[in-house]
């Protein structure tokens, strides 16, 4: 497809590998860490505010944020959390809703001053384990570096592939 894509006028914007995690290859990490899902405003408050921190402010928290990450949970997805002591969210990620028997985790972020200590893991397995139950035949993602991709195959991810993302301008 690509050669007809790049024909038509399109280029490539990015080519990305992405990990692939079934019920054959999950690997739970050891429970040392309690993963919540939301359940108050003031959760998703604090969950979008920590993934805005996570990733450097990339994405500002915001009401929107807070209330997009509520959507996912209302409609089929999951998202997970581990709380900050006294508090808060430490780190957190979300899983879109199983379509073609598949879900997206995405936006595995740890607030800085929580890094190194399991949280990414501990998430991204229990987002991986509660889609698989909720009948999902795979759970994938992209990665954005070394660091984290060794973090997603220690609880089972593996290489899937690549995706193509390609536009054209207007």
Do not use: K, Q
């Not at 006028?9 to 899902?37: I, Q």
């Not at 959507?71 to 999951?78: F, H, K, S, V, Y």
């Not at 998430?123 to 070394?146: D, I, N, P, Q």
């Amino acid at each position: 497809m690509e050669p007809a894509l790049r024909e038509a006028g399109f280029t490539v914007e990015a080519v990305h590998d992405y990990l692939v995690c079934t019920p054959a290859t999950l690997t739970p990490p050891p429970a040392v860490l309690p993963v919540e899902a939301p359940a108050t405003d003031e959760d998703y408050v604090a969950i979008d505010a920590a993934l805005s921190e996570a990733f450097g402010g990339e994405f500002a928290a915001s009401p929107e944020g807070a209330a997009r990450l509520r959507r996912t949970e209302e409609n089929g997805g999951a998202v997970r959390f581990v709380r900050a002591p006294g508090g808060g969210c430490a780190g957190a990620a979300m899983c879109s809703a199983p379509a073609v028997e598949t879900s997206e985790l995405a936006g595995v972020g740890t607030r800085p001053g929580f890094r190194g200590r399991g949280i990414a893991a501990a998430v991204t397995a229990t987002l991986a384990e509660t889609m698989l139950a909720r009948g999902a035949r795979s759970v994938w993602l992209e990665y954005g570096g070394e660091g984290s991709r060794r973090v997603y195959e220690r609880v089972g991810f593996r290489p899937g592939g690549t995706r193509l993302y390609m536009s054209l301008e207007a």
